[in-house]
């Protein structure tokens, strides 16, 4: 009998070895280079940051993330306000304003990251995609869920979960 083939000649086979093994070296120089007991930040590829990152511009927050509380898994917001009332713009951006927020004004449609105070992204104005039928997409796609809607049935557990208080 004749010996089967390999999948991949033997010098291809070489070379995504040697590739992976580079990777794999570069990835553990960069996390030994990071702060210790910090993670080592993702490294970003040429091509994505020409192709997204400088059409956005980040918005930086003076906020630092290693004051707010966590559980050991993850962050755990406090518990806030019941929501019962409904802020006015003058009282949450301006100089009289009690919260301070900033105003920012936003296409809807730009990709910009938010950032914490050590540059890190925490929220993401995510947009939607530069496509002129996008309106009508996600219009069309909104009315089939409202048509649906009335037909769907979850159980007590269903509705009501450590996530929150809809249907999941």
Same mark, same amino acid.
């Not at 210790?36 to 956005?56: D, E, V």
């Not at 105070?117 to 039928?133: F, M, Q, T, Y």
């Given at each position: ?10 010098? &291809?086979? %070489?070379?995504? *070895?040697?590739?992976?093994? +580079? ?9 030994? !280079? ?55 713009? &003058?009282? %949450?951006?301006? *100089?009289?304003?009690?919260? +301070? ?9 730009? !990709? ?57």
């Amino acid at each position: 009998l004749p010996t089967p083939t390999p999948s991949l000649p033997e010098g &291809e086979k %070489l070379r995504d *070895k040697k590739q992976s093994h +580079a990777n794999r070296r570069k990835k553990r120089r960069s996390q030994q !280079a990071a702060k210790p007991g910090q993670p080592a930040l993702p490294q970003i590829r040429p091509s994505i940051q020409k192709k997204y990152m400088h059409k956005a511009m980040g918005i930086q927050t003076g906020l630092e993330t290693e004051k707010l509380p966590a559980a050991s898994t993850a962050y755990v917001a406090n518990h806030g306000l019941s929501g019962k009332k409904v802020y006015r713009l &003058e009282e %949450l951006v301006g *100089k009289d304003a009690k919260a +301070a927020f900033k105003l920012v004004q936003w296409d809807g449609k730009t !990709a910009t990251p938010i950032t914490d105070s050590v540059g890190r992204i925490v929220a993401l104005l995510a947009g939607h995609p530069d496509d002129p039928s996008w309106d009508s997409v996600h219009s069309e796609a909104a009315e089939l869920l409202e048509q649906t809607r009335p037909h769907l049935s979850l159980n007590k557990k269903a509705k009501k979960h450590r996530r929150g208080h809809f249907g999941a």
